[in-house]
Every structure is written in C-alpha cells, then in structure tokens.
C-alpha cells in the first residue's frame, strides 16, 4: 500500500538510505550525541498521543510524513533543514535560531531519514554536510499545517487556541461568560479559563473585584502590561461638568463603537471596572452593552455579500482632535486576515471623518453602512448589563463593539475605570498557560 507514495525519486532515495546510509537505526541513536532544544515532547500536549507511522521520501523536495490517526503531510526538505531543532541550530535556551539557511544548496537533500523511537520522532541526516535531525512528531504537527493534505476532521479542529464562539444575545445568555475574581486571584488554571472566556466570546465578566481605584492595573497585569495611550494608563470614565475631549465624559448615550480607530493599531483588549453605579428601576440607564462583530461580520457576508465586499475595502478616516491631540487614519470597517476570515471591525460614528473614496462608491459605501448598522443595532444581539461596584468587564476592542445607554446624571452616580492590554499579550498569555498544560475546553 505504502509504494503508491513512492515516486522514482522516492524510490532512489529509500535505496540510499537503505543500502547506502552508513547508519542503521541503531547506530544512529547511539551516534546522535547533540542535544534537542525545543524537540522534547515534554513541551507538546498528550505526547504519547500522536505518532509517526510512515515517513517516506517521495519528491525531490519533500518527504511525506503519516501519522497514525491518518493525518498527512508533504513536508519540504529546506523548511526541515531551516528548522532543526538541534543545540548547534537552535540556541538552547533562549530558543533562537542560530543556523543560516541560505548557507544551504537549494536542492538540498536527505541522505538518510528515517523513523526513530517508534515513531515519536524522525531523523534525518543531510547530504550536504551529513548534519543529523531530529523532530518530533508533535512538533511537526503543531508548525506544519500549512504542509497537510488531508486532515481528518478532528485534526482539523484540533488547535492549540479554544476556538472564537459567535453569539447574539440568547446564546450569551444561556451561557454566560462570566467569573468570580475570587477564582482568579489564586489560580493559574481560572487566570487560563479567564482569559479563553475573553479569546473565546470576545467579552467576559468578572465579579467580586475590590473596589479600588487603580486595582484595574493589576487585572491588567495578571495577564500582561498595560497598553499606555493619550488618555494615561488608565483612565476615568465619569460625568465632567465640561466634557472636552471625549463625549464618554458626559452622560449621553453612547452608540455601539469600538475606541479608538484612529490610532495606526486600535486598541485590542479592553478592560472597564465598575467603582460605582447607583442606576436602578426608578433611574435607569448608564446600562453597558456588547455586540458580537464576528457575528455581524459573518451574518452580513452571508445575506449582504455586496455589503461585505465593500466594507472590506472602501477605507474609512477615522479622526480625533482635542486640544492636545490630534489623530487620523484610514482603514476599512470590516478588515480581513490573509485568508479571508474575519480579523477586525472598526466602528464609531462620532470619530468617523468625511468619506474619502471614488464617487462612484459613495452610495454603495452608505448602503451597505446602513445594513450594518441596523444589523449592530438589532435588540436580538444586545448583551446588555448593569454592570455593578466590583464587576470587571474585559473585551476585544476589535472584535466587539461596546456602548452605553444614557442616564441622569443628576440622580445616577456612576463611576467606570478603563484601560487596555495589547491584544498578542493576552494571546502570549494563553499560548503560555497551554504551554503549561492546560487544554482549551
Ligand atoms: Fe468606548
Ligand atoms: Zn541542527
């Protein structure tokens, strides 16, 4: 069954390794006398899960690699060599590269590979300077994605990331992102649980928190540093008698927005701690409330395409100027990543500028800004809440649009403290808590 992969190049190379390689299997563990930096499969999850049952060369540039729950791979022979993960091309321990690639011939080629400690590992001896390899088979499989052919569907989902959960306001709802500070402030396991709540649903709730004024940093802290911006390292969201800079001073309703468009990179984790809001029955109001962009973005591509298209790519100014500051930038509304899903959403009409763009798109761009709008605005995704002294709201800037419904001042005293995190420390976070073993659920 094994010989339809095996191509005359293939055929050439098995014969090297067979009848010409110098080493066998055991030899070769007994000469491989380098260290392996970040090959141990100590670091990888349910190591003992995943392991090699075929590795065969079959191109002049790429060997194919099985594993055994029928995962493949043609994996290339210069991003193998440019990856070794021995101490004399990895630095042992910080982990940096060391070797130089293009110190290599570009037909570089295996003199040797084979499969080694009963298929947790494959070693490979180049014939270019016979310099050993050795990978491990979860390592492979964690870096090599974009080298599978087929992926059986639970390989597929299976990610080191808990996946991202659209929601609209029932299934937020019934399921709650929401903790209690008392779980978090001694446990690494709830801080991981936190902070994938947060990655997971683009929003989470923490209750119980001390109501101290500047106790926002170390939530911040826990998970990272505190992204500094022109509002300080935190900031104070009350009634100004004057609101100058910022309507957010004041008590009017605020439509769904997310902060800070006009930067070159928005802000990604946001965070608000409640110190005081007295709202209730009879004085309404000062509610905060989150709408899903994944969900709008997902829901307008598949009903609006035309809509979707032109957000993704007529560029919006979005624009701040105060008496100390003055920002702008222009970036589309709904941007996307390199492969075409969802990566951020940009919305807030307070700080959106005069629309920059050919005539001829002009109607178009107000037409498919419409549906969107009326879409965010839909009572069926509000997640709104009353947020209380000691609750913490922390989300992703861009990702869910956030907002407040307004309030007499007069009789509700409200009192909010913001901050932001840059979103890839809180992903550094997660990456290193599952570092840790803790699995995504
Ligand atoms: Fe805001
Ligand atoms: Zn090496």
Sequence with gaps: ????????????????????????????????????????????????????????????????????????????????????????????????????????????????????????HVRVVWDNDQHESVYDSHWLRANGRHFFINIPSESSKRNSRPQEIEWNQHSITENPPVMSYDEIKSSEVALYKWISLIHRYGVAIVKGTPIEKDFILDMAERIAYVKETSYGKYFDVVVEPKPNSHLAFSARGLDHHTDMNYRENSPGLQMLHCLKNNHDVSNPGGRTFFVDGLHVVSWLKKHHPSAFYTLCSIEVKFELTTESFTYNQTKPIICLDKDGNFSEIHVNNRTMGPIQAPKETINPFYSAYNILMRKIRDPELQYSLGLQPGDLVAFNNRRVLHGRSAFNSDRVSRHLVGCYVDYDEMLSKLDTLYGKGFFPK
């Excluded at 050439?12 to 009848?19: K, T, V």
């Excluded at 060369?57 to 194919?64: C, D, G, H, L």
């Design 1 to 120: 069954m094994l010989t339809r992969f095996v191509s005359s190049t293939a055929r050439r190379l098995i014969g090297r390794c067979l009848l010409e390689n110098n080493y066998s299997v055991t030899t070769a563990r007994l000469q491989c006398k380098r260290t392996f930096a970040s090959s141990a499969a100590s670091t990888f999850h349910g190591k003992s899960q995943y392991r090699f049952t075929h590795v065969l060369p079959v191109t002049a540039s790429s060997t194919k690699v099985i594993w055994n729950d029928s995962l493949t791979a043609d994996i290339n022979y210069l991003w193998l060599r440019d990856n070794c993960q021995c101490s004399e091309c990895k630095h042992p321990h910080t982990g940096q590269k060391l070797f130089d690639i293009t110190r290599v011939p570009l037909d570089l080629q295996p003199q040797a590979i084979e499969m080694v400690d009963e298929g947790s």
